[in-house]
């Protein structure tokens, strides 16, 4: 059984995209959601750790709108 590979894409490469902030600990609660709700492919990064006075500066990036909308109904007004 071969597994499909990781592939590296350059950011543009997805149209959609979403900048949130997440208290210390919290960002594993976000990725682990991605892991399960989404349906299309998905990627994160980060623009600023968190710290136990900052919030971390992450960007998600969807393929599909579907994944989009229900990634902005549960993340976006959050920043716990």
Same mark, same amino acid.
């Given at each position: 059984m071969q597994l499909d590979a990781?592939? =590296?894409?350059?950011k543009d490469s997805f149209p959609y995209s979403?900048?949130?902030?997440?208290?210390?600990g919290l960002?594993?609660?976000v990725i682990s959601?991605?892991?399960t709700e989404t349906t299309g492919d998905w990627r994160w990064q980060? =623009?600023?750790p968190s710290s136990?006075?900052?919030?971390?500066?992450?960007v998600?990036?969807?393929?599909?709108d579907r994944d989009y909308c229900a990634f902005l109904m549960k993340w976006?007004?959050?920043s716990h």
């Open positions: 990781y592939q =590296i894409r350059n979403k900048e949130i902030t997440k208290s210390f960002l594993d609660e959601w991605c892991k980060l =623009i600023q136990d006075i900052v919030p971390g500066r992450y998600f990036y969807f393929d599909s976006s007004n959050t």
